[in-house]
């Protein structure tokens, strides 16, 4: 019977591994012992360069969610002599324990979720200083008071004519200087 186990694999390498592992399933003819290879991700929205662009993250790197029979040892076999594979997330290496049914479900319907609506990516705290990069305000710094992800915005407090100001910026107008 097929349930889920997380494999341990190098970071940064997941699709490859991923598309690697689905080759040789392929060649083998295991796709009925071997059914899904997951990474889960979810799509982060960044303002860079005062453009605003859509991009996956990764939500668990340096893993792979597999569902498979464990029990197959040519499957077994197959997933552990894969190049980037460390093994499974498991106490005893041979009796990989599986994900409860529950874990994974909450797992998948996450990552379907973030699918269709991408967050923005927040790089900034409330009390954190910053230097603004553009506009009127360049080059002074100032405090974050405010942080809106939703509108890629925050608020700043920055001291001008001896007084502290709120001045609302976008993210890709200020940097972080601690």
Do not use: C
């Amino acid at each position: 019977m097929a349930t889920w186990y997380i494999l341990k694999v190098q970071p940064e390498r997941e699709s490859r591994i991923r598309n690697l592992l689905y080759d040789q399933i392929r060649n083998k003819g295991l796709g009925d012992v071997i059914r899904q290879i997951l990474i889960p991700s979810e799509s982060v929205t960044e303002h860079r360069g005062g453009k605003k662009r859509v991009i996956e993250q990764k939500t668990y790197p340096g893993y792979l969610f597999v569902e498979m029979d464990v029990d197959n040892d040519e499957a077994w076999y197959l997933v552990m002599e894969t190049a980037g594979v460390s093994g499974f997330v498991s106490a005893d290496s041979r009796r990989p324990v599986p994900l409860p049914d529950d874990e994974i479900n909450r797992i998948l319907k996450v990552i379907d979720d973030r699918k269709e609506k991408p967050k923005p990516r927040v790089e900034f705290e409330p009390g954190k200083r910053v230097r603004i990069k553009e506009g009127p305000f360049e080059n002074y710094e100032g405090t974050v008071e405010e942080v809106y992800p939703e509108r890629g915005q925050l608020k700043v407090n920055v001291f001008i004519f001896g007084r502290s100001t709120p001045v609302e910026l976008e993210y890709h107008q200020v940097e972080r200087t601690s």
